[in-house]
């Protein structure tokens, strides 16, 4: 099956970097070599990214992004059949961050091998937010720091 997917690949308090990655492209004969989409990200959880957020990986080339509209358009000189990783997207919540339900997508997706475009489905991820408030470090000198101190070094 062709596909494009994406996955959330870390998140460590307010930022989640999202993985976008190709397989199922065997039948194509020089490889993709150009991948196109529009990033969409709930407004109410993410901060609008730019384009120092967006990585290349997997010998991908090229990228440009437009945050007024979210599109993007990456690659490369030489395709390959295999697939693997392309982009990694790095992502930080806004001030606004609140528990539940939040998404990512890439909608509008092709792929070129420079013959021919292929139209995959959206790639969706599905989020859920969790909010835990983590507990506040101690006043430096207190006993509850020298305390805390002689318990890691035990």
């Known amino acids: 099956m062709r596909r494009i997917r994406i996955r959330a690949l870390l998140i460590i308090f307010v930022l989640i970097e999202v993985i976008l990655s190709v397989d199922g492209y065997g039948d194509v004969e020089t490889g993709i070599n150009a991948i196109k989409g529009t990033l969409e990200i709930d407004s109410d959880v993410f901060e609008k990214p730019g384009q120092e957020d967006f990585e290349l990986l997997d010998y991908w080339e090229n990228i440009r992004y ?82 805390r101190d002689c318990q890691e070094g035990a």
Do not use: C, H, W
């Open 66 to 147: 437009n945050p007024e509209n979210g599109q993007f358009g990456l690659s490369r000189r030489a395709g390959s059949p295999e697939g693997g990783d392309v982009l990694r997207i790095r992502l930080t919540a806004g001030e606004k961050l609140s528990s539940g339900e939040t998404y990512v997508r890439v909608t509008g997706l092709a792929a070129s091998e420079g013959k021919r475009e292929i139209f995959p489905e959206t790639a969706e991820l599905a989020l859920i937010v969790v909010l835990e408030q983590l507990p506040e470090a101690p006043e430096p000198g207190t006993e509850e720091e020298t305390m």
